[in-house]
């Protein structure tokens, strides 16, 4: 391995965007480097070894001038072949090309006057929505009736009031509030398949729970330092598509694309709870409509046997699709109800989807809802747990009301977004900003587009506040202490192997900073209740836990 040589060129003292270029470039050449040393000395965990030790070095012995990064990219180049991966030239250069390429990153902020969203301004997509009859709230918003946010502005960023609490964040802009100063650990306990879900504890900072590609649930203890592993549940027999705590984080619910959902006492390492995977059954009655009417006319008639072919070949097709469709249906999304821990509720499906609510201490299935297409992503509001949204596979964000005591649920309302993309996940706020206390829904769209909704009524009708471009998203969550800036902000990892905190107030520029690090697509982002931690995890099986500067 190279090792940092300490430059005195006198050029530019490096910032922290250089010093996570710098680990962004050793990640992306990690595999070659695993790959060189494989035949003599096999360690699968080489690659996260490395890093570990870099990142150390990096803290202890900081390069002292900006010429180290192009320097330390053209030795790499020379040693494994100039690609490194992903890596590009742009990326190994100077912070010019990271911050014309953050330049690039446009918001679309065309919005009609009631909040909904009029399109691209180059004709792209538009947003339509179909409702039922509901009692909305009074016109304005709950902050606009309290004189809280401008009237007339469709921004969430607050009005003069918040001078309170820009103090309490020592008046630092949010930019600086979300500088990064290293790695504190590097976790690998899943490198030999892909951690895919990360979540840390209610109101714990210690606790971190990761899901992986080959069904195992790792729960690790990262803080004091060094970081260990608690304990590994095992029992899922596919990837792991969600996990979810209980409120008091006794225990820990997860579903896998094997259609299953355990409930983990986390304290015991134990399965409480599992519920089988839903079968979609065949319909005896679809199979006579498709096939089984056609006994009329002479049987010995020419008619009667062509008739009897085409009958035969239409209910071999149907079989077929139906051998298809039947099996587990792939769980994709879970939750505890807020107000009730007892009962949960998981979503998924194959070709269509379906909602169940379970009983924690009997198993018993309390409600079980068919949808038209599978769903991807769910999320409670954070008031009282009665509104449940749930984003599906064709771009659909489904509202419904949620009896806390008997688990039913009913339809309620209903967003068609264009184009049709999968909406990989959601979460909702309270409020973005603690003067401006609007609720709101933040979802990921996997074409492209972090999307911030204002939630109008208390059926969960929704208007498009603002739509973001990132690079290839996959998950995006709310910090959980933006309410103390100014500003508001967002985590989303990528699928370009960098993490980026997005500041929702801002109309252009919205990124405040890119956490590069990983070698392969970032899966999911979670920081920890009081966000002196961020964890992100790759599809290599790398988490990176990053820390507050």
């Given at each position: 391995?190279?090792?940092i040589?300490?430059?005195?060129t006198?050029?530019?003292?490096?910032?922290?965007?250089?010093?996570?270029?710098?680990?962004?470039?050793?990640?992306?050449?990690?595999t070659?480097?695993?790959a060189?040393?494989?035949?003599?000395?096999?360690?699968?965990?080489?690659?996260t070894?490395?890093?570990?030790?870099?990142?150390?070095?990096?803290?202890?012995?900081?390069?002292?001038?900006?010429?180290?990064l192009?320097?330390r990219?053209?030795?790499?180049?020379?040693?494994?072949?100039?690609?490194?991966g992903?890596?590009?030239?742009s990326?190994?250069?100077s912070?010019?090309?990271?911050?014309?390429?953050?330049?690039?990153?446009?918001?679309?902020?065309?919005?009609?006057s009631?909040?909904?969203?009029?399109?691209?301004?180059?004709g792209?997509?538009?947003?339509?929505?179909?409702?039922?009859?509901?009692?909305e709230?009074?016109?304005?918003?709950?902050?606009?009736?309290?004189?809280?946010?401008?009237?007339?502005?469709?921004?969430?960023?607050?009005?003069?009031?918040?001078?309170?609490s820009?103090?309490?964040?020592?008046?630092?802009t949010?930019?600086?509030?979300?500088?990064?100063?290293?790695?504190?650990?590097i976790?690998?306990?899943?490198c030999?398949?892909?951690?895919?879900?990360?979540?840390?504890?209610?109101?714990?900072?210690?606790?971190?729970?990761a899901?992986?590609?080959?069904?195992?649930?790792?729960?690790?203890?990262?803080?004091?330092?060094?970081?260990?592993?608690?304990?590994?549940?095992?029992?899922?027999?596919?990837?792991?598509?969600?996990l979810?705590?209980?409120?008091g984080n006794d225990f820990?619910?997860?579903v896998?694309?094997d259609?299953?959902?355990?409930?983990?006492?986390?304290?015991?390492?134990?399965?409480?709870?599992e519920?089988?995977?839903?079968?979609?059954a065949?319909?005896?009655?679809?199979?006579?409509?498709?096939?089984g009417?056609?006994?009329?006319?002479?049987?010995?008639?020419?008619?009667?046997?062509?008739?009897?072919?085409?009958?035969?070949?239409?209910?071999?097709?149907?079989?077929?699709?139906?051998?298809?469709n039947?099996?587990?249906q792939?769980?994709?999304?879970?939750?505890?109800?807020?107000?009730?821990?007892?009962?949960?509720?998981?979503?998924g499906?194959?070709?269509?989807?379906?909602?169940?609510?379970?009983?924690?201490s009997?198993?018993?299935?309390?409600?079980?809802?068919?949808?038209?297409?599978?769903?991807?992503?769910?999320?409670?509001?954070t008031?009282?747990?009665?509104?449940?949204?749930?984003?599906?596979?064709?771009g659909?964000?489904?509202?419904?009301?949620?009896?806390?005591?008997?688990?039913?649920?009913t339809?309620?309302?209903?967003?068609?977004?264009?184009?049709?993309?999968?909406?990989?996940s959601l979460q909702?706020?309270?409020?973005?900003?603690?003067?401006?206390?609007?609720?709101?829904?933040?979802?990921?769209?996997?074409?492209?587009?972090?999307?911030?909704?204002?939630?109008?009524?208390?059926?969960g009708q929704?208007?498009?506040?603002?739509?973001?471009?990132i690079?290839?998203?996959?998950?995006?969550?709310?910090?959980?202490?933006?309410?103390?800036?100014?500003?508001?902000?967002?985590?989303c990892?990528?699928?370009?192997?960098?993490?980026?905190?997005?500041?929702?107030?801002?109309?252009?520029?919205?990124?405040?900073?890119?956490?590069?690090?990983?070698a392969?697509?970032?899966?999911?982002?979670?920081?920890?209740?009081?966000?002196?931690?961020?964890?992100?995890?790759?599809?290599?099986?790398?988490?990176?836990?990053?820390?507050r500067?």
């Amino acid at each position: 391995p190279i090792l940092i040589i300490a430059m005195s060129t006198g050029g530019v003292e490096l910032t922290r965007a250089h010093w996570q270029q710098v680990l962004s470039l050793d990640a992306r050449y990690s595999t070659s480097r695993a790959a060189g040393i494989a035949a003599n000395r096999p360690l699968p965990s080489f690659q996260t070894l490395y890093l570990r030790r870099r990142s150390q070095l990096l803290r202890e012995c900081p390069p002292r001038s900006a010429a180290y990064l192009a320097m330390r990219s053209r030795l790499l180049a020379s040693m494994y072949g100039g690609g490194g991966g992903n890596m590009g030239s742009s990326d190994a250069g100077s912070l010019r090309s990271r911050t014309m390429s953050l330049r690039s990153l446009r918001i679309d902020t065309d919005f009609l006057s009631d909040g909904s969203f009029l399109g691209a301004s180059s004709g792209g997509a538009g947003y339509t929505t179909s409702v039922s009859a509901s009692a909305e709230f009074g016109g304005a918003s709950v902050a606009g009736r309290h004189g809280l946010v401008d009237p007339g502005s469709a921004s969430p960023v607050p009005t003069s009031r918040a001078e309170a609490s820009r103090a309490l964040a020592g008046n630092t802009t949010t930019a600086e509030q979300y500088a990064f100063a290293g790695v504190y650990c590097i976790l690998d306990q899943h490198c030999q398949s892909s951690a895919l879900r990360l979540r840390f504890a209610n109101n714990d900072r210690t606790r971190l729970a990761a899901g992986a590609g080959d069904g195992r649930v790792s729960v690790s203890q990262v803080v004091p330092s060094p970081a260990t592993v608690i304990c590994v549940l095992d029992g899922h027999k596919q990837a792991i598509t969600d996990l979810a705590w209980s409120s008091g984080n006794d225990f820990l619910l997860s579903v896998s694309e094997d259609g299953s959902a355990r409930v983990w006492n986390v304290a015991k390492a134990t399965c409480l709870r599992e519920v089988p995977p839903f079968q979609s059954a065949a319909s005896a009655d679809a199979h006579h409509a498709a096939g089984g009417s056609s006994g009329s006319g002479s049987a010995g008639s020419v008619s009667a046997v062509l008739a009897a072919a085409a009958a035969a070949a239409a209910s071999a097709g149907y079989h077929q699709q139906q051998r298809r469709n039947e099996g587990p249906q792939p769980l994709h999304a879970c939750d505890f109800i807020p107000s009730n821990n007892n009962l949960f509720v998981i979503g998924g499906g194959k070709t269509s989807g379906f909602l169940r609510v379970v009983n924690l201490s009997t198993g018993l299935i309390q409600s079980t809802l068919r949808l038209g297409r599978p769903v991807r992503s769910l999320s409670f509001d954070t008031n009282e747990g009665r509104l449940l949204w749930a984003g599906d596979l064709t771009g659909l964000i489904l509202a419904f009301l949620v009896d806390p005591l008997t688990g039913h649920l009913t339809r309620s309302r209903t967003l068609s977004l264009t184009p049709a993309a999968p909406l990989t996940s959601l979460q909702a706020r309270s409020w973005i900003s603690r003067e401006a206390r609007d609720p709101c829904l933040l979802a990921t769209c996997s074409a492209g587009f972090l999307l911030l909704f204002r939630v109008m009524s208390g059926e969960g009708q929704l208007a498009l506040r603002r739509k973001f471009c990132i690079p290839s998203p996959t998950r995006a969550a709310f910090c959980p202490l933006m309410s103390f800036r100014q500003g508001a902000c967002v985590v989303c990892a990528s699928s370009d192997t960098c993490v980026y905190i997005v500041d929702v107030t801002r109309e252009r520029r919205p990124i405040v900073n890119k956490l590069q690090g990983h070698a392969s697509p970032v899966t999911d982002v979670t920081f920890n209740y009081d966000e002196s931690l961020l964890a992100s995890a790759d599809a290599s099986g790398t988490i990176i836990l990053w820390r507050r500067a």
